[in-house]
């Protein structure tokens, strides 16, 4: 079983709401990896979990905040957003081997409207 | 050089015919390459992947041609047909320290099969 699940499948807030993304995996993998998604564009990495802590923020602003409640599970919360942050956003998950070839599972991710 | 260039941004093929893929890198330090199908509202799926050590990897109709000297990679898919449309980015990887998780993509092609 190679699926990662996510929910909500869509979601639409407003600029002073507070939502949660949620993404699970049973895949056994201990890496887990927040990726944001415009139109026509490919996956921008946002934050990456190993072994359940933040090894990579990528500079994202603090209305972001990841969290890691065990090897499963990958939160997403989500607090005064701005319409541009409508996008959709992707969880991936993959061994965390530490090697260049640690395949990375995506799943269909959360299409997001800030209005 | 950081970067991974993908061409073409679209491609048109008829069905049976062969569609190809075009990448290029300029940092040496990657040292795995995979290429990702992404369907409309879906994650990108792992399509198929090489390692500079070999010129060549198939499966099934999905072929990638490694050219190590020139910095290029190409996704050949042969025979293709309608259910092949998709999206299509290439990417690159390299081992470990502070680039542990991260997938440089290409900017991605559109690949549109007419029955």
């Known amino acids: 079983d190679t699926e990662v699940t996510q929910t909500p499948k869509h979601l639409v807030m407003g600029m002073t709401n507070k939502k949660s993304l949620k993404c699970e995996q049973h895949?056994?993998?201990?890496?887990m990896y927040w990726y944001k998604q415009k139109a026509k564009k490919p996956p921008e990495l946002m934050f990456v979990y190993s072994y359940e802590k933040l090894s990579i923020n990528e500079s994202v602003p603090s209305r972001f905040s990841p969290e890691c409640p065990n090897s499963s599970l990958l939160n997403l919360h989500l607090h005064a957003l701005q319409p541009e942050d409508s996008a959709l956003y992707l969880c991936?998950?993959?061994?965390?081997?530490?090697?260049?070839?640690?395949?990375?599972?995506f799943g269909p991710g959360t299409r997001l409207t800030v209005l | 050089q950081q970067q991974v260039k993908q061409s073409p941004q679209s491609l048109i093929v008829q069905k049976g015919g062969i569609s190809i893929i075009n990448c290029a890198y300029e940092?040496?330090?990657?040292?795995?390459f995979p290429w990702y199908q992404q369907f409309p509202g879906k994650g990108p799926a792992l399509l198929i992947a090489?390692?500079?050590?070999?010129s060549e990897k198939k499966e099934g109709r999905f072929t990638i041609s490694f050219n190590k000297s020139a910095k290029q990679f190409s996704l050949h898919i042969m025979d293709s047909q309608p259910g092949d449309s998709a999206t299509y980015f290439c990417?690159?990887?390299?081992?470990?320290?502070?680039?542990?998780?991260?997938?440089?993509f290409g900017q991605g092609t559109i690949l549109t099969v007419h029955p």
């Open positions: 090489i390692r500079p050590d070999v």
């Open positions: 990417a690159a990887s390299k081992d470990g320290g502070t680039s542990y998780g991260k997938l440089t």
């Open positions: 991936a998950s993959s061994r965390g081997s530490r090697g260049s070839t640690d395949t990375q599972y």
């Open positions: 895949m056994g993998h201990r890496a």
């Open positions: 940092n040496t330090a990657f040292d795995y």
